[in-house]
């Protein structure tokens, strides 16, 4: 079944406690994002690869740092979260292609608490 | 500066009427745009989209209609069933750097069908 993971679906830390939060998909996709989405602001990129080892900023880039060593996986990685990153994230991944067309599959979403 | 909008955070509609959900954007390079439906507790699945060179897309009972000339679309749902309940993201998409398409999201619009 073609489909992006998340891991873990639900975490709770403190402040300044590292965490990664995991992603993979098995679409053989180029293109990979992380979304977060809070009330009243909908989804917002974070950070997003367009392959192995080039990745970029997205809108709302402070605090996440991202890696893609392998096409499969694109982990997102708090190294001091605070309060404000508290919020749900999606991980995404899209084929690229000539054509404009953009559709994106998300994974589930990992609700992040941050105390 | 919200680039796309989506005005109407909620929808009520009844059972086999017509939902009509909108949305405005501001940014004329947009060359794509799309629907994305979501469900609590999951992540959005891509529903309809439209090339901005078309003005109507149609997929059963999901209609996307877009006015370039108003920098609006609109999403129409016949007849709307309960299934249809969720939350509905409005999305557009532009070519950045490196040839990558990137992709904004409204906040959403809580559609409710009563039975």
């Known amino acids: 079944e073609a489909q992006v993971t998340q891991n873990p679906r639900y975490l709770i830390t403190v402040t300044g406690k590292k965490l990664t939060v995991t992603c993979s998909q098995n679409?053989?996709?180029?293109?990979m994002s992380w979304y977060r989405q809070d009330p009243g602001l909908g989804l917002r990129q974070i950070y997003y690869s367009m392959n192995v080892e080039v990745t970029d900023k997205g809108d709302v880039p402070e605090g996440y740092k991202v890696s893609r060593k392998e096409k499969r996986n694109f982990p997102l990685i708090l190294e001091s979260p605070s309060p404000n990153q508290t919020s749900l994230y999606f991980c995404?991944?899209?084929?690229?292609?000539?054509?404009?067309?953009?559709?994106?599959?998300f994974g589930p979403g990992t609700r992040l608490t941050v105390l | 500066d919200q680039q796309v909008k989506q005005n109407s955070p909620s929808l009520s509609v009844q059972e086999g009427r017509i939902s009509i959900l909108n949305c405005d954007y501001t940014n004329s390079m947009f060359d794509y745009f799309l629907w994305y439906k979501k469900y609590p507790a999951e992540g959005p699945t891509f529903l309809i989209s439209?090339?901005?060179?078309?003005d109507k897309n149609e997929d059963g009972r999901f209609t996307v209609f877009l006015n370039k000339s108003a920098k609006h679309l609109s999403l129409h749902i016949v007849p709307s069933q309960p299934g249809d309940s969720a939350v509905y993201f409005c999305?557009?998409?532009?070519?950045?750097?490196?040839?990558?398409?990137?992709?904004?999201f409204g906040i959403g619009t809580k559609l409710q069908v009563i039975p």
């Open positions: 995404a991944s899209r084929s690229r292609r000539d054509s404009f067309s953009d559709e994106q599959f």
């Open positions: 679409m053989n996709h180029e293109y």
């Open positions: 999305a557009a998409s532009a070519r950045a750097s490196g040839g990558y398409q990137k992709v904004t």
């Open positions: 439209i090339s901005s060179i078309k």
